[in-house]
């Protein structure tokens, strides 16, 4: 029997497993698949495989299917424009949904990048939740948090993905909310709950049309079959346009996307491994990697990916004004994650300028980002539970100060982590931050929407140079001024113990190392083309911008020297005398965004919901019970001639009597 200071093993143990695991499909099944489905693909329809009717060319990637058993089949069969034959009878019984898993290109960086980050997390939190009452519950809903995650990689088909985008979601609400004593962390997770329902709403519409359209939900007949996408695309081409705003919907709730982004910051409410899972590796990467799997669909749908690239923008740089005046250092992190979020959905909205040329490096820089920021972000989340650790729970940046000569591990590895989010030259974030300004900028450069991606790409250098200015004023404010320390961290903290600083120095390295190894070669790019279905640009693949690259770093440097300058010799006297400027307060308060769904929004449903009482309550129950009382305002009047008196049923006997003779001599006495 496992002790509760040892419920993380098996959870440990079973992430080791999934690690391996992941690695081998990563490095050995999914690339099996390439060489032979080039050569098939070959064959079939000659180099490269094209869509009928499109002259775009399309990934000769394979996938690694394996079908467990048939789940759901239900309706009748259906004629679906683009089936072949062997589709058509594999259709005839309606709706079939397999349980069966589908490893690709795409999904296995996707799997690497989970059980990677997941295991040093776990690693992690089995020191920083160590004598916690609730243990082993924590790390039961961790092993179901990850493998719902995976599960949704995985999935080769979109029903058994939303299933698991469900299972994810629960599994949230249960971390938010691990500490549920708390009013304020009960209140994060239900809002994180709704506020999901809303995108998921968009999903399942999504995925209902998809259905109706393609008459099948498996991957491998819709996403990585151009000729029967462009069918449809011949036939129905606003369909699709709704289809791939429904998904995108999903997206914009799970990737806290504005105007659904107000959910990530309160999420913090949980532990702080929560907080580095659902912000680096698992949760609101769902709604990114749902787009990028769809980018066949999106290919036909440019005026979608515009309005993708847009509400990327707009929630980018709503994020990072909001983070700019942020005290609660985990705060500054979330609102981070989600300007990063915008990030990467620019990238895949640029393609909306050129699909057949764009699309490929849109997709690949997006999911490179997203690669390289599980890393850093896992990195800063952890080091500010180690800050929070070694400081009694503290975590506002007014209360402490200096902390780089007491916990020199987390201060050293908190560094690595910002340097990577600010994008100073060389580390993991230059690369792939780098990436997206290119193609953003090849965007801008197009005939018929040049002036809006022009805007877009703005947009995304100021929101670089926020960036900057915001992780190293955190990073000033914590570790930089006089050695300053909260009561409840007593006299002497403790820096992080090994089971913590093992992590740390591991996703530290990755986010220095990562892009440095993949950024200049390529190595993410030449593997995630692969992807069945994924559109391949004509021409050869863009090469390094230098002119991108040195742009970005000025900005990056820039904002790092105005934190400095501000932040860095004074960061305890630094800011107070600010806080009563409007402005301030703008961005303190998140824009007021809160404030307004508060009143815009719930407040008016909860008047509603409290008129449906009230009519309930005044009505409805008012009317059952009236036809309940009926009978026994019929039996009241009825009751005084039930009285038991002998002589008044007499009475009235005599009078029935009476009436029955009147009535015969009045029959008789008129016989016509």
């Not at 506020?195 to 995925?207: K, P, S, T, W």
């Not at 847009?310 to 709503?318: D, E, H, K, N, V």
Request: hydrophobic content about 55%; aromatic content about 12%.
């Amino acid at each position: 029997m496992i002790r509760r200071a040892q419920a993380h093993r098996p959870v440990v143990l079973a992430l080791i497993v999934a690690w391996l695991a992941a690695l081998y499909v990563w490095a050995v099944a999914v690339p099996q698949t390439f060489s032979s489905a080039h050569a098939q693909r070959q064959d079939e329809h000659g180099p490269p495989r094209q869509a009928r009717g499109h002259d775009h060319p399309v990934s000769t990637g394979g996938a690694v299917t394996y079908e467990v058993y048939e789940w759901l089949r239900v309706g009748v069969g259906r004629s679906v424009q683009g089936l072949s034959d062997r589709e058509a009878r594999s259709d005839a019984g309606g709706l079939r949904v397999p349980i069966a898993l589908r490893a690709d290109a795409l999904s296995a960086l996707m799997l690497v990048m989970v059980t990677t980050v997941s295991l040093l997390v776990a690693i992690f939190a089995s020191g920083y939740m160590q004598g916690d009452p609730g243990y082993p519950r924590f790390f039961a809903a961790i092993a179901l948090f990850v493998f719902s995650m995976c599960m949704l990689v995985l999935a080769a088909n979109f029903l058994l993905l939303f299933v698991f985008w469900e299972a994810v979601g629960l599994c949230s609400y249960l971390l938010i909310g691990f500490w549920f004593q708390r009013p304020s962390a009960a209140a994060a997770a239900k809002k994180a709950f709704v506020v999901n329902r809303i995108g998921d709403l968009g999903f399942l519409l999504g995925v209902f049309f998809l259905w109706t359209t393609f008459g099948t939900l498996d991957f491998d007949l819709i996403l990585a079959d151009p000729t029967r996408v462009a069918a449809i695309v011949a036939s129905q081409p606003e369909i699709l346009a709704t289809i791939c705003v429904l998904l995108f919907v999903g997206a914009v709730g799970k990737s806290a996307q504005f105007p659904l982004h107000v959910w990530l910051p309160d999420a913090m409410e949980g532990p702080t491994p929560v907080s580095a899972l659902i912000h680096a590796a698992t949760m609101v990467t769902a709604g990114v990697y749902l787009v990028a799997r769809s980018a066949p669909l999106f290919f036909h749908a440019p005026q979608v990916l515009q309005i993708i690239s847009g509400i990327g923008a707009a929630t980018a740089l709503i994020a990072a004004v909001t983070a700019l005046t942020q005290y609660d250092l985990k705060r500054v992190l979330a609102y981070s994650t989600v300007s990063q979020l915008g990030y990467m959905f620019m990238s895949l909205g640029a393609a909306g300028a050129d699909p057949a040329h764009l699309m490929q490096s849109a997709v690949t820089f997006a999911m490179f980002h997203m690669f390289t920021h599980a890393f850093f972000k896992a990195v800063l989340f952890l080091s500010a539970g180690s800050v929070m650790h070694a400081m009694g729970d503290v975590i506002d940046m007014r209360r402490f100060s200096g902390l780089r000569q007491a916990l020199p591990i987390t201060h050293a590895t908190f560094l690595c982590g910002a340097l990577a989010l600010a994008g100073f030259p060389l580390l993991s974030g230059f690369w792939s931050k780098d990436e997206i300004l290119s193609v953003l900028w090849l965007a801008s450069r197009t005939e018929s929407q040049g002036t809006y991606y022009l805007a877009i790409l703005a947009v995304a250098l100021l929101t670089a140079l926020l960036t900057a200015f915001y992780t190293f004023r955190a990073y000033f404010l914590t570790f930089h001024g006089p050695e300053v320390f909260p009561e409840e961290a007593g006299h002497h903290p403790h820096d992080a113990p090994p089971a913590m600083a093992v992590p740390l120095y591991v996703l530290a390295a990755g986010s220095v190392l990562i892009g440095l190894i993949t950024g200049p070669t390529h190595l993410y790019a030449h593997y995630l083309h692969h992807t069945p279905g994924l559109p391949q640009p004509p021409g050869e693949a863009h090469g390094l911008n230098f002119v991108m690259m040195g742009v970005s770093s000025l900005i990056g440097l820039a904002g790092i020297g105005a934190a400095y300058l501000r932040y860095g010799q004074h960061p305890g006297a630094a800011g107070v005398r600010e806080d009563a400027h409007p402005l301030v307060q703008l961005s303190l308060n998140g824009l007021y965004l809160d404030a307004l769904y508060l009143r815009c929004v719930v407040q008016p449903l909860r008047g509603a919901a409290r008129l449906s009482e009230l009519f309930d309550r005044y009505v409805i129950d008012k009317l059952v019970d009236g036809i309940g009382l009926s009978p026994q305002l019929f039996g009241a009047v009825l009751r005084p001639i039930q009285n038991g008196l002998i002589q008044n049923y007499a009475f009235v006997m005599w009078l029935g009597l009476a009436a029955c003779v009147l009535w015969v001599l009045q029959a008789l006495g008129n016989p016509g």
